[in-house]
C-alpha cells in the first residue's frame, strides 16, 4: 500500500544514499547478496559498503561487459548479484552478455543503471541514456523498474531481490522530489495513481511524475481534472490500468526522461493501438541525442517541463473522439 505526501519538495537524501542504506540492510539480511560494479563505487554511494564487504563486494573495473558476465556465473552458483555502471553502459555496453549470459539463460540479476536520461547533466550526450529502456524491452523476461524517489526505491530493490530473473531499474544519484510516504509498498508490474482526473491521463515514470503533478496543478485553474498515473513498472507494462484510464479519460499523455521512441511512450501506444482508440501525445527527448546542461536547461531544451506537459493535455482533450 503506497500512501501520497501532502506537498511534492525534494528529499533530504539523494537517491543513492538511500541505495546504499537498503544494500548494507540487505546484505546483512541475506548472505546470496553480491554487489558488483565497473569502478563507480564511490559515484553511487557504495564506499563505505566495499570498504566493510570486500567479501560481498566486487569493483570489476572498466570492463562492463565483463561484470554482467560475471554476475551472470555468480547467479549460476545460486548468489543474487547486484550489478551498477552508468545506464548508457548498463545497457549499450553490455547487452550481448545481458541478453545470452543472463536472460537467455535464465540468471537472477539486478542491474542499476545510473543517471538514466537526461539527469546525467554535465557528463553530456555520451553518457546520456534515452534508449535504455528501449533496448531492454527488446529482450524477452526483463523487469524494467524506474523508482520514483526514496520510498519507492526502499521497497523496489527488496522486491527486485526476492524476485527471480534479470531486473533493470533505472536509478538517479541525485536527491529527488518526494512522492510517497515513507514505508510505501508497491507491486511490481503494477501503475499507481497519484492523482484522480476524468478529463486527461497524464502517464509519467521517474522525473516526469513530479512535473506531470505540477502540470495537473496548473490544469485545475483551467478547470481540466487530470489523472496522473505512475508507471514506475515500464515491463511488464500494467496493460489494465492503461486500457481503463483510455476509457475513463479518453484522452492520453505520457511523460517520460528517456526518447519518446521505444518507451514509456510506446509501451503505451501499443497497449492503446491493440485495445482501445485513444488520442495520445508523448513527451520526452524526441528522437535527439543528448547534450551538456544543468537539469532545468534540459528540461526546457528538450520540452519536458510541466508546461509543456498541460499543453499536450489540452491538445489531446481537443482531439478526443466524439461519440
Known sequence: MYRIVDKVVEEHKEMRVAFAE??????????????????LINSI???????EHRDKAVNCGIQEANMIGVASGMSATGLIPFTHTFGTFASRRVMDQVFISAAYAKQNIKIIGSDPGITATLNGGTHMPL????????????????????????????KAKDAPGVFYIRLSRKKAEKIYEDGSTFEIGKIAEVRSGEDVTIIASGIMVAEAITAANALVNEGIKARVLNAYTIKPIDKDSIIKAAYETKAIVTAENHNILNGLGSAVAEVLAENCCCPLARIGVQDQFGEVGDLEYLKKTFKMRAVDIAQAAKKVIGCKYVD
Do not use: F, H, K
Open 22 to 39: 537498503v544494500m548494507e540492510e540487505m546484505s546483512q539480511e541475506d548472505d546470496r547478496i553480491i554487489y558488483l560494479d565497473a569502478d
Open 45 to 51: 554511494g557504495m564506499t563505505n559498503y566495499w570498504n
Open 131 to 158: 534508449e535504455d529502456i528501449g533496448m531492454m524491452r527488446c529482450v524477452p523476461e526483463v523487469t524494467i523498474i524506474e523508482p520514483t524517489d526514496s520510498a519507492m526505491l526502499r521497497d523496489i530493490l527488496r
